[in-house]
């Protein structure tokens, strides 16, 4: 057993602190890119403040025989593009990869000052985040960095997910996960063949009018497609809110698909995600969108908050607005929704305008 008491020391003489508290900074967009692709790469200066993440991609997707090319075209592109607000993540080869070794010990001499957050596939249980914890707390003493490196695990096999909690609390680098829908699913011998998103298969049917067997049969029923991912959606939530750090959508692979893509990152959303994967240019304006509260939500939030708190409330007790009862428990949702799009829009200068036009018709 870990004592408390050293959880937040240094993993390595010489590390720096481990934060106690995740920031909660803007993420709605993980916006990949292949690091060796050479028009992708040269594209990333020009994305600064388009995407609040931009992540250099060196594992699945980049051919074996472009991860060197690739690790090499994330150190240029770090060293050479100034990221102001915008985040710069990586996501490495896999921990039982022939990869995975150079890639950190490379990485972080190097850029470790740039990189914000480092993200790990196939997180199987506490025992891979203690590994990348130590070994990032000796790079970075080695380096001299001054700065944490936050870690970002992808929930992509059954093992991982029966572990979610125990992943989540690991170290206090752990700064999220997210939804890995493609190696998850095959991993769980799931029968899709698409990355994230949903299944005409999966559906629930509406009952039958009659009992009559033929009428069964040849009556049309209504029927109501299912979510596939809900079930592993809902439990990262949990287990990202009780460590104290966020949880994302992965990949929506029908890039010409934007209506569902919207779809399933709005599910994600609503249900307590912060951001999601954008594979193409097209991604990140919905995600952007989707992951911001609407000024409709921030409006009523607002007014309970209002209500509650502000016309000389203490934020206890009971108010009726619009006919709907409005108590503790409502106005701490409506904090969430407030508190959020105030940090959102101090990235964003677009949402700001829009929430600042409430102000003055509330
Ligand atoms: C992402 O890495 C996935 O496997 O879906
Ligand atoms: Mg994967």
Redesign the pocket.
């Known amino acids: 057993m870990r004592s408390a008491k050293d959880f937040f020391r240094p993993l390595a003489v010489g590390a720096p602190e481990p934060l106690r508290e995740i920031p909660a900074r803007p993420s709605r967009a993980l916006h990949f890119f292949d690091p060796s692709n050479e028009k992708m790469a040269a594209k990333v200066p020009g994305m600064v403040g388009t995407a609040d993440v931009l992540l250099g991609n060196l594992e ?1 997707a980049v051919r074996a025989d472009n991860k060197v090319a690739a690790r090499e075209g994330l150190l240029r592109i770090a060293r050479e593009t100034e990221f102001a607000a915008t985040q710069l993540w990586t996501r490495v080869n896999a921990l039982d990869s022939p990869w995975f070794l150079d890639d950190i010990t490379t990485l972080v001499p190097a850029i470790g000052d740039k990189l914000d957050v480092v993200m790990i ?1 196939k997180v199987q249980g506490a025992e891979d985040i203690h590994y990348v914890d130590r070994l990032l707390a000796q790079l970075e003493a080695k380096a001299g960095l001054r700065r944490p490196l936050l870690v970002h695990a ?1 929930l ?1 096999t059954a093992r991982g997910v029966a572990n979610v909690e125990e992943i989540c609390g690991a170290s206090p680098r752990m700064q999220g996960l997210s939804l ?5 699913a095959a991993d769980r011998r799931m029968k899709t063949t698409r ?2 998103g949903g299944h005409p298969g999966y559906l629930v049917r509406q009952d039958p009018e009659s009992a009559d067997p033929e009428a069964i049969r040849s009556t049309q029923r209504t029927t109501y497609q299912q979510d596939l991912w809900h079930y592993t959606i809902a439990r990262m939530v949990d287990a990202c809110a009780t460590h104290g750090i966020f949880p994302y959508y ?2 929506f692979g029908d890039i010409a698909d934007l209506v569902a893509c919207e779809d399933q990152f709005r599910n994600a959303f609503l249900l307590g995600c912060v951001g999601a994967w954008s594979l193409h240019p097209t991604q990140i304006e919905i995600a952007h969108r989707v992951f911001s509260p609407s000024v409709d939500d921030v409006r009523h939030a607002r007014r309970v908050v209002a209500a509650l708190q502000v016309d000389g409330g203490d934020g206890t007790g009971a108010v009726m607005l619009d006919g709907k009862m409005e108590d503790d428990a409502s106005l701490k949702q409506c904090l969430v929704m407030v508190e959020l799009a105030e940090q959102l829009a101090k990235v964003d200068p677009a949402l700001a305008e829009q929430y600042a036009a409430l102000e003055i018709d509330p």
């Open positions: 699945d596939p992808i992509e890995g829908p493609a190696d998850l990355v994230g992965g990949p």
